[in-house]
């Protein structure tokens, strides 16, 4: 699943590719990725992009009419964009369609340029989804959602009052999009390690000196992670330059499970918490 450093630096990207660019047709080969599609797509044909923005992992298109376009990736949306000569660029979940001809079996919605530019949106799970909502319908979309891990405003006192009465384990409340957006399970897992905090321990149980530490851990690891695109696990894919991540070379405890603890030199464990597998040192983070 694409997380918070590679929606980032898709979002990077598209943001520079996509500037001033016309939209021309739009292609919707399959219904129900374009959620609430006006009937024709008229709406937004001719419309001009403006900029690319993205708060927590959604991306929003902003256009110059009413409307923006809003994408969500889920577990294994790509955005492939091809210019006029046939030049790529984009990111999203690895697959053979970042570099097979398009559109593939998994496209979705294809936006054609002015220009012969085109954008692919695939999608092979299919819960991925692109809305074209008013630009003041907008925000509510985002109500749900707490501060961004980025936020230069995010603050210690804010974490630690979020954190006061639950005593679910730090590491699903600070994958908790209410509390705080984009620290997806690989950033957390390496967060806790870092900072040496047990994942099991209670939300409310962290210590000031903990969180604090943990939410400058958090940010510098998100911000490393997309500095270098993100984290690629997919063996066959990982070397797609421009598409790839490199932060799978620096992870320090996530998917080392029974390896050395590059800390103390004891076996990392792993455990399931709220479905997902969390990686961590008995040793190096107490309860
Ligand atoms: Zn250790």
Same mark, same amino acid.
Request: proline share 5%; glycine share 10%; charged share 25%.
């Given at each position: ?27 919707? #080969? %399959? ?6 599609? /006006? ?6 044909? *001719?419309? !001009? =992009?403006?900029? @690319? ?106 974490? #630690? %009052? ?6 679910? /384990? ?6 908790? *999009?209410? !509390? =705080?957006?984009? @620290? ?104």
């Amino acid at each position: 699943m694409p997380e918070l450093p590679e929606v980032e630096s898709i979002r990077r990207k598209l943001h520079e590719i996509l500037q001033d660019r016309q939209i021309e047709k739009i292609e919707v #080969l %399959r219904d129900k990725s374009f959620l609430a599609f /006006p009937m024709t797509g008229a709406e937004i044909l *001719n419309d !001009v =992009v403006l900029e @690319v923005k993205r708060r927590a992992k959604i991306l929003q298109i902003v256009l110059a009419g009413q409307r923006d376009l809003l994408i969500h990736l889920k577990m294994t949306g790509q955005l492939i964009f091809i210019d006029q000569d046939g030049q790529r660029a984009g990111g999203g979940h690895p697959s053979a369609d970042w570099v097979d001809d398009l559109p593939g079996k998994h496209t979705r919605v294809i936006f054609y340029f002015m220009g012969g530019s085109r954008l692919f949106f695939n999608d092979m799970r299919v819960f991925g989804w692109i809305r074209s909502p008013l630009k003041t319908e907008v925000d509510r979309e985002f109500v749900s959602y707490g501060p961004d891990i980025n936020d230069p405003n995010l603050s210690v006192t804010y974490l #630690l %009052r979020q954190a006061a009465r639950r005593s679910i /384990p730090v590491k699903q409340f600070i994958m908790d *999009n209410k !509390v =705080v957006c984009g @620290v997806g399970n690989i950033y957390a897992s390496e967060s806790l390690f870092m900072t040496k905090i047990n994942p099991q321990k209670s939300a409310k149980d962290i210590s000031k000196k903990e969180m604090t530490a943990l939410l400058q851990a958090m940010q510098q690891i998100i911000a490393r992670a997309t500095e270098l695109g993100g984290t690629t696990f997919d063996g066959k894919y990982v070397g797609v330059d421009g598409f790839a991540g490199g932060f799978q070379n620096e992870l320090q405890v996530y998917g080392r499970e029974g390896l050395p603890c590059l800390r103390c030199g004891k076996p990392i464990a792993k455990i399931k918490q709220g479905g997902r597998g969390s990686f961590y040192c008995p040793v190096c983070q107490k309860t």
